[in-house]
């Protein structure tokens, strides 16, 4: 079998313990199918579309997205034959305190 991963936004994120009591539900996965089964990709304040798109196409930097400098990429190539992906969203409410705009219009 190979490992869960999990690709999502604060609701599933890994916090360390300085954030404690704040945890995202994955989190509990490794007590379940141990530490070394479970690699927890999500990021807080990700949507799907900042996910997608590179920081610069985000920012409005550039025009067009270059799909090789996003995230997901980096997640993508991280995940392993046999593995078994795990995509969740929650209501993300963090948005304002992040450096960027992840609705920015359609061009």
């Known amino acids: ?14 916090y360390d313990k300085n954030a404690y009591p704040q945890q995202g539900w994955a989190y509990y996965l490794k007590d379940v199918f ?11 304040g990700y949507a799907l579309k900042t996910y997608i798109y590179a920081w610069d196409y985000i920012k409005g930097n550039i ?7 996003c995230y997901f ?4 190539n ?3 034959k046999g593995d ?20 920015r219009e359609a061009v």
């Open 34 to 44: 141990g530490k070394d089964n479970v690699l927890n990709l999500a990021r807080a």
């Open 78 to 80: 991280k995940i392993e």
């Open 1 to 14: 079998m190979g490992r869960i991963v999990v690709i999502g936004d604060s609701t599933t994120q890994d």
């Open 84 to 103: 078994t992906v795990i995509f969740a969203w929650g209501a993300i409410n963090d948005m304002g305190m992040i450096d960027f705009d992840a609705y």
């Open 73 to 76: 990429t980096e997640c993508l």
């Open 63 to 69: 025009r067009e997205n270059d799909p090789d400098k």
